[in-house]
């Protein structure tokens, strides 16, 4: 697992990398047609992807499945929030999901909640396992989602290898 978590943590300060440097209207712009800002990507990683398959569906916290539907769309930004806000937040749910994973029994721990209402039954996670690989996945698409933006933005790439 630790080995897992590793990966994790390596794609988080990816997430956080590329957007080192960027101002409030940097991170606030939409860059693609879809509409997203880097600020809504990071938005979406701390209550859709860690608050979401750490919180809810491993531990099964009921205050944060009840919350779920109050959430609204991750991706928008509320006018009142600041980027500190934002990043604070995701740096918040990154910690609270490392308690969670190194409290886990081991890998293998069973979920203890599946939203079939979001992703019926057919597809589904099964272990702590899976959602790590999971998130991780997730973590490192939406990584190389704020390198095109970063770029667009200004040219910055992550890295470079030649």
Excluded at 50 to 73: C, H, N, Y
């Amino acid at each position: 697992m630790a080995t897992l978590l590793a990966c994790l943590r390596d794609q988080r300060r990816h997430v956080l990398g590329i957007l080192d440097g960027l101002d409030e209207e940097a991170l606030r712009r939409p860059v693609l047609p879809s509409g997203w800002s880097s600020l809504g990507l990071v938005r979406h990683l701390a209550l859709d992807v860690e608050r979401f398959w750490f919180r809810a569906v491993f531990l099964g916290d009921t205050d944060v499945i009840r919350s779920l539907d109050g959430i609204g769309d991750a991706w928008q930004v509320p006018a009142g929030a600041s980027p500190s806000d934002i990043l604070g937040t995701y740096l918040v749910e990154t910690e609270r999901a490392d308690s969670v994973i190194a409290a886990a029994s081991s890998a293998d721990a069973a979920l203890a909640w599946w939203p079939s209402h979001l992703f019926g039954d057919g597809w589904r996670h099964h272990t702590l396992r899976d959602l790590l690989l999971h998130v991780i996945t997730e973590t490192a698409c939406h990584a190389g989602h704020l390198d095109a933006a970063r770029e667009l933005i200004d040219g910055r790439r992550w890295l470079v290898i030649t």
